[in-house]
């Protein structure tokens, strides 16, 4: 499965390390597929899967409000998943497992093995054996190298600026992200939008794996089945997975067809439906202010947000101290520039889960805007120090300290945003504007 916005973009540096696009890296870059067997074009290595799986995962955690505060079910499916990995072609690779506070109906890993299962998921599955094919699937989606697999191919046939913009497109549709001032592309570079081959494969790998660790392999169908009837009956809420993970009934009928060929005597092994719903009986007691979370994105994103506002407050009378519906509000007051009440729920989200860093983003978002710049900077520093990477932080640090015609610090922010990401989305402002200050020398056009 596939995941929604990120954070920034990848530096110069980042580009190096993932296209090495040279015809040396291109005859180099054969691997052993670790399922098949066979060699494949791979120009991202096991040691770049873990570099940029440690790089970027929090980032894409953070930007999807972070892992939920309820630690007995992160252990529940951390237990359920590394049992699954175990039985892997690739059980060397650090998994690690954790339920998602964003409310969409979703779930991915990156190339290394982090994976994160969205709550809107979580109370759709009605029992261990659907959560063991979810984890199957993307533990296979490791297994195959997928995510290499497909930069591989994009970076040797259409560059990674190609690539990137493909993805900019994509994400700029993301009104939320960027209300918070989060940018528009980062982490989900290696969450690739995978083909429906990729997806065949990391569904039959997954079964085998699932069945291998003993769970019922019903679980798949069950799983695709509720995505099916999810699709038809709520679109809206899985319009962001269908456009990045391809579903089908196509899917769905070769998953009863594989049991039926292979694992038909494997149709007695249990599907723990008790244990599944006792390890998520907190959760699903916020169905229902799950579902108006949901609600509330689908209209923001259509950028009907005077709607999504009365959605939010709604589902924040259901859960009052929920971190994401906090956030959510945040950005929809944001968006309709009512700094001030921006502001206010976002200290309020700092306030029930102060360890996660989206927040402060988000407070210093609002602070900005009502041109509170000493104490937006130090929320953008808190972010920062909690989660460093982010060059549009950066930037917004410089404009605070611009707007308080603090020159000298402004240029050092700008200085060190155009360094990481000259073009980025603020880049020609920020050149703009250390040229003006004489930091840098304009380019003379040749004729």
């Known amino acids: 499965m596939n995941a929604k916005h990120g954070v920034t973009r990848l530096s110069r540096r980042d580009f190096m390390v993932v296209s090495a696009g040279s015809a040396t890296a291109l005859v180099a870059g054969c691997a052993t597929n670790p399922v098949t067997g066979r060699n494949q074009l791979m120009l991202m290595s096991e040691a770049s899967e873990l570099s940029m799986d440690q790089q970027w995962a929090p980032h894409q955690f953070s930007s999807d409000y972070g892992a939920s505060q309820d630690k007995e079910l992160n252990e529940y499916i951390s237990q359920v998943g590394n049992d699954i990995a175990r039985h892997s ?64 191919k994009q970076l040797a046939w259409t560059g990674a600026v190609a690539l990137l913009s493909a993805y900019l497109a994509y ?15 980062g982490a989900n570079m290696l969450l690739c939008r995978y083909s429906r081959e990729n997806e065949r494969e990391a569904d039959e790998i997954g079964m085998e794996y699932m069945v291998r660790a003993g769970h019922n392999p019903g679980g798949m169908v069950g799983l695709m089945d509720g995505f099916r009837k999810l699709g038809k009956s709520k679109p809206n809420v899985v319009e962001l997975l269908f456009a990045s993970h391809p579903m089908s009934d196509e899917r769905y009928n070769t998953a009863v067809a594989r049991i039926t060929e292979k694992y038909s005597d494997k149709e007695g092994f249990p599907v723990n439906k008790e244990r599944y719903m006792d390890h998520t009986s907190r959760l699903r007691a916020m169905r229902g202010a799950i579902e108006k979370m949901q609600q509330g ?11 999504a506002e009365i959605i939010y407050r709604e589902a924040l009378q259901l859960a009052p101290n929920d971190y994401a519906g906090l956030l959510m509000m945040a950005k929809c007051q944001l968006a309709q520039k009512k700094s001030l009440e921006a502001g206010r729920f976002a200290d309020e989200a700092k306030s029930v889960y102060p360890e996660e860093p989206q927040a402060k983003h988000v407070c210093g978002m609002a ?7 000493d104490m937006a900077l130090n929320d953008f520093s808190a972010y920062e120090q909690a989660l460093p990477g982010n060059t549009n932080t950066i930037y ?16 050092n922010e700008y200085q060190k945003y155009f360094k990481q990401d000259p073009n980025g989305e603020h880049g020609e402002e920020v050149k703009t504007r250390l040229i003006q200050w004489g930091y840098l020398v304009e380019e003379k056009k040749t004729s």
């Open 171 to 185: 994400e700029k549709k993301k009104y939320a992200a960027i209300a918070a001032g989060l940018g528009a592309i």
């Open 396 to 411: 917004f640090k410089g404009l605070c300290y611009d707007r308080m015609n603090k020159k000298t610090e402004a240029a």
């Open 297 to 307: 994105d689908s209209l923001l994103m259509k950028n009907n947000l005077s709607q």
């Open 367 to 373: 602070r900005m805007e009502s041109r509170k710049f």
């Open 89 to 152: 072609h690739r059980a060397q690779m650090p998994y690690n497992f954790r339920v998602l506070n964003t409310t969409v109906v979703n779930g991915y890993t990156f190339p290394a093995g982090s994976v994160g299962l969205a709550r809107g998921l979580m109370i759709m599955m009605e029992n261990e054996s659907q959560l063991a094919a979810v984890l199957g699937h993307e533990i296979g989606h490791v297994n195959y190298r997928h995510a290499g697999e497909r930069m591989t």
